[in-house]
């Protein structure tokens, strides 16, 4: 069963220290992950993309890493900023159907305090 | 930001009451999807559209029924609205090629949808 878990649940960080999510999937044949950013009453937005071939991804403060032997993720966020309470969704596509299939994790809640 | 839109966005309504959420964009895109989502909870894919007058249903069964008449319009309407409906709807879109590294989704901002 094609799945996505992430980790921890709920993080509670202060401003301006580093933190580093967590993701595994089963997601097979995998075609690529996403991770994306949820902020409270508003629609997924996406951080960054890693296909098979990439072990490591950066946007800004967001470093995303891959080890598609382990099926295993991680999203960095250095330097934390009060904007970056959200949720951070892992997101994983299939690369067997037509549609593009996204599996998505529960994401990890995570709030920044001053 | 993505040119996709989801009105209203937030909607209380009775039991029995017919809705319809609406949701639009103007990237071109051929395929479209809507999204059921509860607090904590991942997105379910309830409806999907590869393009005008195709749809179809998602992985999570529900009482909700879509259209396409145009490419950039994608309502999704429920007959009888009850409270186990109540959740947060959320409208997206993608280009119609696959691409090798596969097709970025946007999304709307989301309806959040009570019913009492």
């Known amino acids: 069963k094609n799945q996505v878990e992430q980790s921890p649940q709920s993080l509670i960080i202060l401003e301006g220290k580093n933190c580093t999510l967590q993701c595994n999937y089963t997601v097979s044949p995998f075609s690529n992950l996403r991770w994306y950013k949820q902020d409270t009453g508003r629609g997924p937005v996406s951080l960054t993309i890693?296909?098979?071939?990439?072990n490591t991804k950066s946007n800004g403060r967001y470093t995303a890493t891959l080890d598609a032997d382990t099926k295993q993720s991680s999203l960095h966020i250095t330097a934390s900023q009060l904007s970056d309470s959200a949720s951070y969704i892992c997101?994983?596509?299939?690369?067997?159907?037509?549609?593009?299939?996204?599996?998505f994790g529960r994401g990890t809640q995570l709030t920044v305090w001053p | 930001e993505a040119d996709i839109y989801q009105t209203p966005r937030y909607l209380v309504i009775g039991t029995g009451k017919k809705i319809t959420l609406e949701c639009s964009q103007t990237m071109g895109h051929d395929k479209m999807y809507w999204y059921q989502q509860d607090p904590g909870m991942e997105l379910h894919l309830i409806h999907y559209s590869y393009g005008v007058n195709s749809t179809e249903k998602g992985d999570l069964s529900s009482e909700s029924t879509v259209s396409r008449i145009r490419t950039e319009h994608f309502p999704l309407t429920l007959e009888s609205a009850r409270p186990s409906h109540t959740s947060q709807y959320l409208c997206?879109?993608?280009?119609?090629?696959?691409?090798?590294?596969?097709?970025?989704?946007?999304f709307g901002p989301g309806t959040r949808l009570t019913v009492t």
């Open positions: 890693m296909t098979f071939s990439e």
């Open positions: 997206a879109s993608s280009e119609a090629l696959q691409l090798a590294g596969g097709n970025e989704q946007y």
């Open positions: 997101v994983v596509s299939d690369r067997g159907s037509t549609l593009g299939r996204l599996y």
